[in-house]
């Protein structure tokens, strides 16, 4: 057969086991890396795995890292913050000191032991915001913090494949250390020159066409991949510069959602050809190994994750919901297992190792995440809970007003809330937030609306105004329910970023549902009626926003 049929069998096979896959509803990867095994030498040796197959498996690499690059824009990292630095980081140093700790007693060399430590640090990316995209968890609190922590890997990640680029041309553990911080800096250099010369000149260029957006994108991405290979780096170091260096342009995320297609196109051969190179020959062997190895991904790096959170001030909750993305192993762990075979450093039983590990743990956390609500309700007694709610309950019967939320909306609402007299309180989970209330000397508890537990300890009935700026409807409706199920005169404003959210929250007894996109193209239309075209009133009325704008980015 030619290559062309070696592809063509290669992805039929990858849709059949994939679809199996998809109908048990777990990630697509997973079929294939099972297609690898089934067209490979462990089973029917279809055909070779080199030639086109090896091809494309390095154009998904470099696809991958150019998309992970991609999401590493400064300001992006910096809106994750402290609590997501700190856990992630620790998560990681932990996680990679009792990898490393394992790998010594199953008897592994040191830089085999190296790699297993730094793939079980590792979560995946696109497993995970692809599983809180569709529970619709990703703009929440433990969504963005489970993002921030990926984001830290991913920084990690660079860190690491440099060095071990740096190892791979013989360099001392030492050398390797400083050739990777010294590739950072003149890397940092290089990219930071460009973003300030080169791209702005044709940034309008590329404005003008899709097409030619397209194929800049794959351009720029192959060609740096190709230079820093020239160069004596890797390819996947280069397409993570390429990423990087347009992180911060006004194409970004057109930009990233035109290369994840050509990501997802290769990415089936590089799992693929992963897997054809597994070795199951002493597959019996690695059992105890793969079920500790998947403990600690599965158990630890969670308790890992919620003990630095719980330490940082949040609610139990809020870091088990976090901690539970974060349990598997990343495909830039299998992208590592793939490197480290390539360059000698692990052997095909360690390759395959790490290849289970993900398979296991990759499949159930999947599961977990699913189920992560119902996981906290049986788990909840083991975390430590203090008391919080029962120490403030008396406090909070006295409230007539009480405002859920105090990020950015919460805030316009306090100088309201004061004017019309009466006590009230604000609740929220955010530690950083409550931090900036206790500052401003306002009325705060800490609390977590979609805990049923919390709502049981409020007394519903002295309530007269109830404020939610909380954008989860689950949570809105649940605390509607049982506000009316006690008060029905009691005045509830929610907020709501669809219309079919807007209609669930008043057919469960909403007063007033604030819709911003509504309002805010009303309030322009009304704004037309009453300046028509008179540019100086539409002048005055912008000034007097960008003053309110600058005053709330102040406060927030």
Known sequence: ??????????????C??????????????????????????????????????????????VSLLYVVGLSLNPKVIGEVGRPSFIAGLSQILLTMAIGFGLGWVFDLPLISSVYVAAALAFSSTIVVTKLLADKKEIGRLHGKLAVGILLVQDLAACFLLIGLSAAVGGAQASEAVA??????????ILLFLLTKTLLPRVEHLLGASQELLFLFSVAWGMGMAALFHAIGLSLEIGALAAGITLASSGFAVEISAKIRLVRDFFL??????????????????????????????????????????????????????????????????????????????ISTEVATLLAVVAFVTIALSTSFIHRSEQLYERVKQFLFIRNEKKETIDELISYDTVLFGCHRLGYDFLPVIRAIGGSYVVIDFDPEVMQRLQTMQEPSLYGDMSDPEFLEDLDMKRLKLVISTIPDIEANRLFL???????????AIFIAHSLEAGKTLYDAGATYVILPHYLGGNMAARMIRQFGLDPSKFGEERDKHVCDINDRLCRV
Request: glycine residues 12%; hydrophobic residues 55%; proline residues 4%.
């Open 16 to 61: 059949g086991i994939s679809f199996l896959m998809h109908r048990l509803k777990q990630p697509l990867l997973l079929g294939y890396l099972l297609t690898g095994v089934v067209v490979g030498p462990a089973l029917f040796a279809l055909f070779p795995i080199e030639g086109a197959v090896s091809l494309f498996a390095e154009l998904g690499i």
């Open 1 to 14: 057969m030619d290559a062309f049929s070696h592809v063509a069998i290669m992805f039929s096979v990858a």
């Open 179 to 188: 050739t990777a911080i010294g590739t950072l800096l003149a890397g940092g």
């Open 268 to 345: 089936v051969a590089f799992f693929v050809l992963l897997g054809a190179q597994l070795n199951f020959d002493q597959v019996g062997g690695l059992v105890v190994p793969a079920i500790l190895l998947s403990l600690v991904v599965l158990i630890g790096k969670p308790l890992l994750v919620q003990g630095a959170l719980r330490w940082l001030g949040y609610h139990p909750r809020t870091g088990f919901l976090t901690a539970i993305p974060i349990a598997q192993m990343s495909e830039f762990s299998l992208v590592l297992a793939l490197f480290g075979l390539r360059a000698g450093h």
């Open 481 to 491: 329910t049982k506000l009316r199920g006690q008060n029905t005169d009691a005045i």
